[in-house]
């Protein structure tokens, strides 16, 4: 069993940036990072392999949002630039248990966070 410990979020301004970081407490495969609005379901917004040489995000986050991770500390992270108002929700971190293609669906994942709010105002 892993588990997953978010930070990072906060209250900021649109045009502001944030840097989520998801700490997990053993060796994963591909990692993602998934947020749900009040009133929406989950969605994603980016994942990426174990190796790290494999990413995709979502239409709406890409150019503004970067994921990344290091696997010496079992740390992934979204880096969250020119954030939005339409970006406010709780972020959830997720993990795969084995290597693979980083997927773009929950079911997807082993492993969930308790989730990290980013709340973006105009």
């Known amino acids: 069993q892993v588990q997953l410990v978010e930070s990072g979020g906060g209250l900021v301004q649109a045009g502001d940036s944030l840097r989520l970081s998801c700490a997990a407490s053993?060796?994963?495969?591909?990692m993602g990072w998934f947020r749900q609005a009040p009133g929406k379901e989950r969605e994603f917004v980016a994942a990426i392999s174990w190796s790290g040489g494999s990413t995709t995000y979502a239409d709406s986050v890409k150019g503004r949002f970067t994921i990344s991770r290091v696997n010496a500390k079992n740390t992934v992270y979204l880096q969250m630039n020119n954030l939005k108002p339409e970006d406010t929700a709780v972020y959830y971190c997720?993990?795969?248990?084995?290597?693979?293609?980083?997927?773009?669906?929950?079911?997807?994942?082993?492993?969930w966070g308790q989730g990290t709010q980013v709340t973006v105002s105009s």
């Open positions: 053993g060796r994963s495969g591909a």
């Open positions: 997720a993990a795969n248990r084995f290597p693979g293609a980083p997927g773009i669906t929950s079911s997807r994942y082993d492993y």
